[in-house]
């Protein structure tokens, strides 16, 4: 019998090539002669042949069989690089690139362009995720830069490309108190591409009118068709709820909001995707330009901390870690927001605020894990780089850890000195948003760097008290907790979002409250931000009836309200009015940057002043059903007798300023505006 153990021809055939076997067979004859006598020559090269075509033959056949079964299996495959694009001269240099596939264990990675130098590769457990940081040469042009992933079973291509960048003096201008921001939700707004309404994997039911809930087919195309209508209402600044890409299914269950989309867009699938229902990234890149070439600024909504319970992390996540928890194991959020202001609370309920999830369709991120982090900032200065939108409201903000908030925060401003971000703190205590804002230094050490966030605390207030729940004294006893801001002229203020009952709605609402409402939040200190449909009055209660189409918008609607002639008598008298205020704060720099005085305040009217070194005007809401006179002590606002406060809106004139002081007449449930003139 052959001496070589007879197991080796297997071992051989299985995991070594056909070379190696038949190296095998020579020395394995080899060692036969040597070893025998002449005489016994013949019958060892017998035996020899005879264990070759029993084990050696067969397990060479085998061997190979399952050697190119084993190649097709492991053979590694790229299906998703995030982001999929970077530019040279970036301030983030390395960029981490995110790589999705299969069979990645122990690839290897190299650039095959000497403009770019692979390091830091780390790949996951499963092989299903490869993470690299890709070097970029200040030289590196414009084009495609593919990098070369390898394995013991083969190699395929990481495609890459170095973006052209953005004229800075056209984009990423940055929103500030000269703007009035106008929120879109995008599906609801105007229906431009009919073509994009039913995606081919979308069931007939995801795309209804008739469901609330479902989408309705508005578009970025839509959007683009009615810039124009934007730009004669005179806001400066619009803001797109999410353009991620969403899942295209239905969601179906017993309780009353289902059957559902994800028609909001704040159940991402994919980052670096366009919805398909709203366009594609041409299209939005269309969008921005022409909103540019308008003089209209784009504020992106994002959303940093969940993900929709369809996107592929939750079944195979890039990391352990990724997430907080898994779909059969994570707590519910219990909402006690409180706990992030108060340095006594206890670490469970905060971990549960920061960790819990909404809802078990939308997966929590944990932007403590630092690839998580990185992969987040990147994403925001991707979109930002991109399109060359001037702007970015970051959805439910404070259940991110306040250290992401000031590295997303420093990212943004260190790339874009002039971008801008607003955070959704939705609270109606001053001190839990105030502790939000950049600016100062909480109890915890961090300053978060955000630029803004909303004032929801005064936004309720002006809502009681323009229906008639609380006296109008309210809006000055709010105002005085701007102490606590580090400055408060960088709050954006709100007349209403896609998250609230619409003032229409509301009990004790009456289009005079509404008129008076909008002129206090278009005058008053801060960003004022609209919500589409408040300029003609819509109505519409709890979600998802406060997200109603835009009358006109879209095909078979009865009336066309982006025109005068097709809006009825009270949605022109309420656009007119918007309108008017908003023309008013742009022409006076003292509504859009000067400090807010208060002059006058008792149940039924307000007067207070927005002074700066050019210009004084006066603000005076009077809310009564009857004419109100008010008298104002002209050295609040260091006008001297002689002196006039000038109408700029049409209200009654005012004489002269005598023995220091200005006696105002401000007719019924209206407001005035008034500046002040030598």
Same mark, same amino acid.
């Given at each position: 019998?052959?001496?070589?153990?007879?197991?080796?021809?297997?071992?051989?055939?299985?995991?070594?090539? #056909?070379?190696?076997?038949?190296?095998?067979?020579?020395?394995?004859?080899?060692?036969?002669?040597?070893?025998?006598?002449?005489?016994?020559?013949?019958?060892?090269?017998?035996?020899?042949?005879?264990?070759?075509?029993?084990?050696?033959?067969?397990?060479?056949?085998?061997?190979?069989?399952?050697?190119?079964?084993?190649?097709?299996?492991?053979?590694?495959?790229?299906?998703?690089?995030?982001?999929?694009?970077?530019?040279?001269?970036?301030?983030?240099?390395?960029?981490?690139?995110?790589?999705?596939?299969?069979?990645?264990?122990?690839?290897?990675?190299?650039?095959?362009?000497?403009?770019?130098?692979?390091?830091?590769?780390?790949?996951?457990?499963?092989?299903?995720?490869?993470?690299?940081?890709?070097?970029?040469?200040?030289?590196?042009?414009?084009?495609?830069?593919?990098?070369?992933?390898?394995?013991?079973?083969?190699?395929?291509?990481?495609?890459?490309?170095?973006?052209?960048?953005?004229?800075?003096?056209?984009?990423?201008?940055?929103?500030?108190?000269?703007?009035?921001?106008?929120?879109?939700?995008?599906?609801?707004?105007?229906?431009?591409?009919?073509?994009?309404?039913?995606?081919?994997?979308?069931?007939?039911?995801?795309?209804?009118?008739?469901?609330?809930?479902? !989408?309705?087919?508005?578009?970025?195309?839509?959007?683009?068709?009615?810039?124009?209508?934007?730009?004669?209402?005179?806001?400066?600044?619009?803001?797109?709820?999410?353009?991620?890409?969403?899942?295209?299914?239905?969601?179906?269950?017993?309780?009353?909001?289902?059957?559902?989309?994800?028609?909001?867009?704040?159940?991402?699938?994919?980052?670096?995707?366009?919805?398909?229902?709203?366009?594609?990234?041409?299209?939005?890149?269309? @969008?921005?330009?022409?909103?540019?070439?308008?003089?209209?600024?784009?504020?992106?909504?994002?959303?940093?901390?969940?993900?929709?319970?369809?996107?592929?992390?939750?079944?195979?996540?890039?990391?352990?870690?990724?997430?907080?928890?898994?779909?059969?194991?994570?707590?519910?959020?219990?909402?006690?927001?409180?706990?992030?202001?108060?340095?006594?609370?206890?670490?469970?309920?905060?971990?549960?605020?920061?960790?819990?999830?909404?809802?078990?369709?939308?997966?929590?991120?944990?932007?403590?894990?630092?690839?998580?982090?990185?992969?987040?900032?990147?994403?925001?200065?991707?979109?930002?780089?991109?399109?060359?939108?001037?702007?970015?409201?970051?959805?439910?903000?404070?259940? @991110?850890?306040?250290?992401?908030?000031?590295?997303?925060?420093?990212?943004?401003?260190?790339?874009?000195?002039?971008?801008?971000?607003?955070?959704?703190?939705?609270?109606?205590?001053?001190?839990?948003?105030?502790?939000?804002?950049?600016?100062?230094?909480?109890?915890?050490?961090?300053?978060?760097?955000?630029?803004?966030?909303?004032?929801?605390?005064?936004?309720?207030?002006?809502?009681?008290?323009?229906?008639?729940?609380?006296?109008?004294?309210?809006?000055?006893?709010?105002?005085?907790?701007?102490?606590?801001?580090?400055?408060?002229?960088?709050?954006?203020? @709100?007349?209403?979002?896609?998250?609230?009952?619409?003032?229409?709605?509301?009990?004790?609402?009456?289009?005079?409250?509404?008129?008076?409402?909008?002129?206090?939040?278009?005058?008053?200190?801060?960003?004022?931000?609209?919500?589409?449909?408040?300029?003609?009055?819509?109505?519409?209660?709890?979600?998802?009836?406060?997200?109603?189409? !835009?009358?006109?918008?879209?095909?078979?609607?009865?009336?066309?309200?982006?025109?005068?002639?097709?809006?009825?008598?009270?949605?022109?008298?309420?656009?007119?009015?918007?309108?008017?205020?908003?023309?008013?704060?742009?022409?006076?720099?003292?509504?859009?940057?000067? #400090?807010?005085?208060?002059?006058?305040?008792?149940?039924?009217?307000?007067?207070?002043?927005?002074?700066?070194?050019?210009?004084?005007?006066?603000?005076?809401?009077?809310?009564?059903?009857?004419?109100?006179?008010?008298? &104002?002590?002209?050295?609040?606002?260091?006008?001297?007798?002689?002196?006039?406060?000038?109408?700029?809106?049409?209200?009654?004139?005012?004489?002269? &300023?005598?023995?220091?002081?200005?006696?105002?007449?401000?007719?019924?449930?209206?407001?005035?505006?008034?500046?002040?003139?030598?």
């Amino acid at each position: 019998m052959i001496t070589s153990g007879k197991a080796e021809p297997y071992a051989l055939a299985s995991g070594k090539s #056909r070379t190696a076997l038949f190296s095998w067979v020579n020395g394995a004859y080899a060692r036969e002669r040597r070893n025998s006598q002449s005489g016994e020559i013949q019958v060892k090269l017998k035996s020899f042949w005879r264990d070759l075509l029993m084990i050696g033959l067969p397990a060479f056949l085998l061997g190979a069989v399952g050697a190119v079964s084993a190649v097709a299996q492991t053979e590694p495959s790229v299906s998703k690089v995030e982001p999929p694009s970077w530019w040279a001269n970036h301030t983030i240099n390395p960029v981490r690139l995110l790589v999705r596939g299969r069979n990645l264990v122990e690839a290897r990675v190299k650039a095959n362009r000497p403009e770019t130098v692979v390091s830091e590769v780390r790949v996951n457990r499963e092989g299903t995720y490869l993470f690299l940081s890709l070097q970029i040469s200040a030289a590196a042009k414009p084009g495609d830069y593919p990098l070369t992933v390898q394995t013991a079973a083969g190699r395929t291509t990481i495609p890459f490309r170095i973006e052209s960048s953005l004229d800075v003096a056209t984009n990423f201008r940055g929103v500030n108190a000269d703007d009035v921001i106008y929120l879109i939700m995008t599906d609801r707004f105007s229906d431009g591409d009919p073509h994009n309404n039913s995606p081919g994997d979308a069931p007939a039911a995801a795309n209804s009118r008739q469901n609330p809930r479902a !989408f309705h087919g508005g578009d970025l195309r839509g959007v683009i068709n009615h810039l124009s209508y934007l730009k004669e209402l005179g806001v400066t600044a619009i803001w797109l709820t999410p353009w991620y890409d969403n899942w295209n299914g239905v969601n179906n269950c017993d309780r009353p909001w289902c059957p559902n989309t994800s028609y909001h867009g704040y159940g991402a699938i994919d980052y670096y995707a366009v919805e398909d229902h709203f366009g594609d990234l041409a299209v939005l890149r269309e @969008l921005v330009e022409k909103a540019h070439t308008l003089g209209l600024k784009v504020i992106q909504d994002q959303v940093a901390n969940h993900i929709s319970f369809h996107h592929p992390w939750v079944k195979e996540p890039p990391l352990a870690d990724w997430l907080h928890g898994t779909v059969a194991h994570h707590q519910r959020e219990r909402f006690e927001n409180s706990v992030l202001l108060s340095p006594h609370a206890n670490v469970e309920s905060v971990r549960n605020t920061l960790d819990g999830w909404f809802s078990d369709d939308l997966p929590d991120l944990n932007q403590e894990e630092p690839e998580v982090a990185r992969y987040e900032i990147q994403n925001a200065l991707w979109w930002v780089g991109v399109t060359g939108i001037d702007g970015i409201r970051q959805d439910t903000i404070q259940y @991110l850890p306040r250290t992401f908030i000031r590295q997303l925060s420093d990212a943004l401003h260190r790339q874009y000195p002039k971008q801008w971000m607003v955070g959704e703190v939705f609270e109606r205590d001053t001190a839990q948003t105030a502790f939000f804002i950049g600016g100062h230094t909480g109890w915890d050490g961090v300053d978060t760097k955000l630029d803004s966030d909303f004032d929801f605390p005064l936004w309720q207030v002006a809502l009681d008290v323009f229906t008639n729940k609380k006296p109008v004294h309210a809006l000055r006893d709010q105002l005085k907790y701007d102490a606590l801001y580090p400055d408060p002229a960088k709050v954006t203020t @709100l007349t209403n979002n896609h998250d609230t009952t619409r003032f229409m709605s509301l009990a004790g609402a009456t289009l005079a409250g509404a008129m008076l409402h909008t002129a206090f939040m278009l005058s008053v200190r801060g960003i004022p931000q609209l919500y589409s449909g408040e300029e003609i009055a819509m109505q519409g209660k709890e979600d998802p009836d406060n997200r109603r189409d !835009f009358p006109g918008g879209f095909p078979g609607d009865t009336h066309n309200a982006f025109t005068a002639s097709g809006r009825t008598a009270e949605e022109q008298r309420m656009w007119q009015w918007t309108h008017d205020w908003i023309k008013l704060r742009g022409e006076q720099s003292a509504l859009r940057d000067g #400090r807010l005085i208060d002059l006058y305040y008792d149940n039924d009217a307000y007067a207070f002043a927005r002074q700066d070194l050019s210009e004084t005007v006066v603000v005076v809401i009077n809310r009564a059903s009857n004419e109100k006179q008010i008298r &104002i002590p002209a050295s609040a606002i260091a006008l001297r007798d002689g002196s006039q406060l000038a109408p700029l809106n049409g209200g009654p004139s005012v004489g002269r &300023i005598a023995n220091g002081e200005i006696i105002v007449s401000v007719p019924a449930s209206t407001a005035v505006a008034y500046k002040g003139t030598e």
